[in-house]
């Protein structure tokens, strides 16, 4: 008893420690969303004109990138922590929502479901992929075996913009619950809308390199951060009665290694474990935590190495009595 109570008033200490951070300062608020949006139209421009495919492919690809950024920003904003009663802030997030193909009243809902119940066995294929225990796979049909597997399958993940962004996001909502999504299909129509734009206007290259090598690039990107973020060897699952708050932070949630300048365009997203503790600090903030509350320090941890990358792939089904991911080949 007495050390459980010890653990309880650790999490206490753990959760006030970061409160003070959960603060935006407005002006970098506005100043990363702006600075964000200026750089991500302004990459955009070489699709437009005539110049050295390696150019647009250069521009494209930091456009995805930008793209990432940008949505980790609208992220916050849907959380609450940054740019709240702002009429501006509110037309800038809905519009970007609808172009990124994860209009606001999908994000909210399947996103906020998932903090709440981050690593939960019964209910975290919602706003999450699917997890099952070994038992549970077992007794699936072949056709939901194949359906599990797919949704989990590394080009599923890379290929994000048509099967996560796309079917997932778009037209799942709107088959499933037409009146609640409508901008689902605004999403849609825009989507392709611009992509019929492009065509005419500058032909199959303004296409290639405005949007499909973009989105392509950041919903793979986008699609792979979510998975490895909560599928990483290490990782922990708990059914109702094993779950703790605390506990889905610190060991569902990863703090994933990179380099400053991939912290930046993925908008410190990578310190995955603090803002799932906290969801009201702001992006910016996050390295601020981690360097100034010693505990966090202690995250499990995954990388964009390429062996890394392997590593969280092969992970497909949760065995409890050993409580670990299982590959195809251990189950």
């Given at each position: 008893m007495a050390a459980t109570n010890q653990n309880i008033s650790a999490e206490k200490v753990l959760i006030r420690s970061i409160r003070p951070f959960g603060k935006e300062?407005?002006?970098?608020?506005?100043?990363?969303?702006?600075?964000?949006?200026?750089?991500?139209?302004?990459?955009f421009l070489?699709?437009?004109?005539?110049?050295?495919w390696y150019v647009k492919i250069f521009?494209?690809?930091?456009?995805?990138?930008l793209m990432v950024r940008m949505f980790i920003i609208y992220h916050d904003y849907a959380?609450?922590?940054?740019l709240q009663k702002s009429w501006l802030a509110k037309g800038i997030f809905a519009v970007y929502g609808v172009f990124i193909l994860a209009p606001l009243s999908i994000w909210k809902r399947s996103h906020n479901y998932h903090h709440k119940h981050n690593s939960k066995l019964y209910s975290s294929s919602?706003?999450?992929?699917?997890?099952?225990?070994?038992?549970?796979?077992?007794?699936?049909?072949?056709?939901e075996k194949r359906t599990y597997g797919f949704i989990r399958?590394?080009?599923?993940?890379?290929?994000?913009?048509?099967?996560v962004f796309i079917f997932g996001m778009l037209f799942r909502s709107l088959y499933n619950k037409p009146s609640a999504h409508w901008d689902s299909a605004i999403s849609l129509v825009a989507h392709f809308g611009m992509i019929v734009l492009f065509y005419f206007l500058g032909g199959w290259s303004m296409v290639l390199f405005g949007v499909w090598i973009p989105f392509l690039v950041a919903c793979?990107?986008?699609?792979?951060?979510f998975y490895a973020q909560h599928n990483f060897?290490?990782?922990?699952?708990?059914?109702k009665e094993g779950w703790t708050f605390i506990t889905a932070a610190m060991e569902s949630s990863s703090f994933m290694k990179m380099s400053k300048l991939m912290h930046w365009f993925t908008g410190n997203i990578g310190y995955h474990h603090i803002h799932h503790l906290n969801e009201a600090v702001p992006f910016y903030r996050l390295p601020e935590v981690y360097d100034k509350v010693s505990q966090l320090q202690n995250a499990k941890t995954t990388s964009l190495s390429i062996k890394d990358i392997i590593a969280c792939f092969r992970l497909k089904v949760w065995d409890p009595e050993q409580r670990k991911m299982l590959s195809w080949s251990e189950i």
């Open positions: 300062r407005r002006g970098d608020s506005w100043f990363h969303t702006i600075t964000t949006l200026g750089l991500l139209c302004l990459s070489p699709a437009a004109f005539g110049l050295p521009s494209s690809i930091l456009m995805a990138l959380h609450r922590s940054i919602i706003g999450s992929y699917p997890i099952v225990t070994v038992d549970k796979y077992k007794k699936l049909t072949s056709g399958h590394p080009l599923t993940i890379s290929f994000g913009y048509i099967f793979g990107l986008g699609a792979y951060l060897p290490g990782v922990y699952y708990a059914d």
